[in-house]
T-cell receptor
């Protein structure tokens, strides 16, 4: 059974810092991994999707890496801004299946 | 706007009632999903569905049933609501391309959520 964990559970940083969010999964037989952000009371916004054959994906100030063999993905946020404050979720899709397993999320606060 | 939309945004009801939540996507996707986010903010898949295949998470009570009138809609019906059903329910969609053995599961896009409160 796939289990996904995220560390830290919460993070508070001053504006401008570079930061790393971590996602770990127990079963390395994944199809792809997707990072989302969720703003309070809102739905999920897709940030990056990494296929199992890829090592990383970049979008603007965001960079996500994937190391399947060690069961890890990291989301790197450069030059953080108050608008980045949200909960960041990683979700892993298993091989031969359509369903995602979500991590519990990291709640990020970027202080002005 | 191209998006996944859900109605209602808020739903407050008494225990024992039957209710439905509607979901529509205009992204042209062929696969839709329902997720439940509980009070601890944990998101769990309930169903995934396309025209050919319904996959049910075995932990979902049979009081919950998805109904899909067409590819763009997946409604969630809940019978005999219980207090523990209170949560935020999210609909999502994605496009699955290719055929068995070579399928490509693309990004999932989420709706804004429906906050269900059972009194």
């Amino acid at each position: 059974k796939q289990e996904v964990t995220q560390i830290p559970a919460a993070l508070s940083v001053p504006e401008g810092e570079n930061l790393v969010l971590n996602c770990s999964f127990t079963d390395s037989a994944i199809y792809n991994l997707q990072w989302f952000r969720q703003d309070p009371g809102k739905g999920l916004t897709s940030l990056l999707l990494i296929q199992s054959s890829q090592r990383e994906q970049t979008s603007g100030r965001l960079n996500a890496s994937l190391d399947k063999s060690s069961g890890r993905s990291t989301l790197y946020i450069a030059a953080s801004q108050p608008g980045d404050s949200a909960t960041y979720l990683c979700a892993v899709r298993r091989v031969y299946g359509q369903n995602f397993v979500f991590g519990p999320g990291t709640r990020l606060s970027v202080l002005p | 706007d191209t998006a996944v939309s859900q109605t209602p945004k808020y739903l407050v009801t008494q225990m024992g009632n039957d209710k439905s939540i509607k979901c529509e996507q205009n992204l042209g996707h062929d696969t839709m999903y329902w997720y439940k986010q509980d009070s601890k903010k944990f998101l769990k898949i309930m169903f995934s569905y396309n025209n050919k295949e319904l996959i049910i998470n075995e932990t979902v009570p049979n009081r919950f049933s998805p109904k899909s009138p067409d590819k763009a809609h997946l409604n969630l019906h809940i019978n005999s609501l219980e207090l523990g059903d209170s949560a935020v329910y999210f609909c999502a969609s994605s496009q699955v391309t290719g055929v068995s053995g070579g399928r490509v599961y693309n990004e999932q896009f989420f709706g804004p959520g429906t906050r269900l409160t059972v009194l």
